[in-house]
């Protein structure tokens, strides 16, 4: 083969492969036209839709402002209102501790004051009791060892010097 007709070969290939890319570019064309016609069509629906989409963003956006500003001034109240509930814990735990103070104090004064008045009813009443009851069994001792008569027998103050031994 010469070299001639190699080249016109390879030009006749390269000549088809031109030709093959200008069809398939026609094709091309022809689809992008028949998307073109099918998209004008449902250009108006597309413009609706985006028209409504932006009316909805735009009545989205002024709730939203309001709902933030509704929502700041929520927390403000709350906020103070927290404080206010702070401030009145801190008063009731006060009071509650200065009660229970009092409250102890009155407690230890009324055991004080019991204290003092078991002291006087033992002082005043219970010991002139014992005095009252001490000269009773002196007297009865001595009653008792005067009604006994005369001196005792000898069996009975062996008796009694073996208990003291």
């Known amino acids: 083969m010469d070299q001639n007709t190699?080249?016109?070969?390879?030009?006749?290939?390269?000549?088809?492969?031109?030709?093959?890319?200008?069809v398939a570019l026609l094709g091309l064309l022809l689809i992008a036209r028949e998307i073109r016609q099918k998209t004008m069509a449902m250009w108006?629906?597309?413009?609706?839709?985006?028209?409504?989409?932006?009316?909805s963003v735009d009545r989205?956006?002024?709730h939203i402002t309001r709902i933030g500003a509704t929502s700041v001034a929520?927390?403000?109240?709350?906020?103070?209102?927290?404080?206010?509930v702070d401030e009145l814990l801190s008063d009731a735990s006060t009071r509650?501790?200065?009660?229970?103070?009092?409250?102890?104090?009155v407690l230890d004064d009324?055991?004080?004051?019991?204290?003092?008045?078991?002291?006087?009813?033992?002082?005043?009443?219970?010991?002139?009791?014992?005095?009252?009851?001490?000269i009773l069994s002196g007297l009865r001792t001595a009653l008792a060892h005067l009604s006994r008569g005369g001196r005792p027998?000898?069996?009975?103050?062996?008796s009694d010097e073996e208990m003291f031994i």
């Open 44 to 55: 108006p629906q597309i413009e609706d839709i985006v028209a409504v989409s932006k009316r």
């Open 96 to 105: 509650a501790r200065v009660q229970m103070e009092r409250a102890e104090m």
């Open 74 to 84: 929520i927390l403000d109240v709350t906020k103070q209102q927290l404080v206010k």
């Open 110 to 134: 009324t055991m004080t004051r019991v204290q003092e008045t078991v002291s006087i009813v033992q002082r005043g009443v219970l010991r002139p009791v014992r005095e009252v009851h001490g």
């Open 153 to 158: 027998t000898v069996d009975h103050a062996t």
């Open 60 to 62: 989205i956006e002024t």
């Open 6 to 22: 190699l080249l016109v070969v390879f030009v006749a290939l390269a000549a088809l492969a031109l030709l093959g890319q200008a």
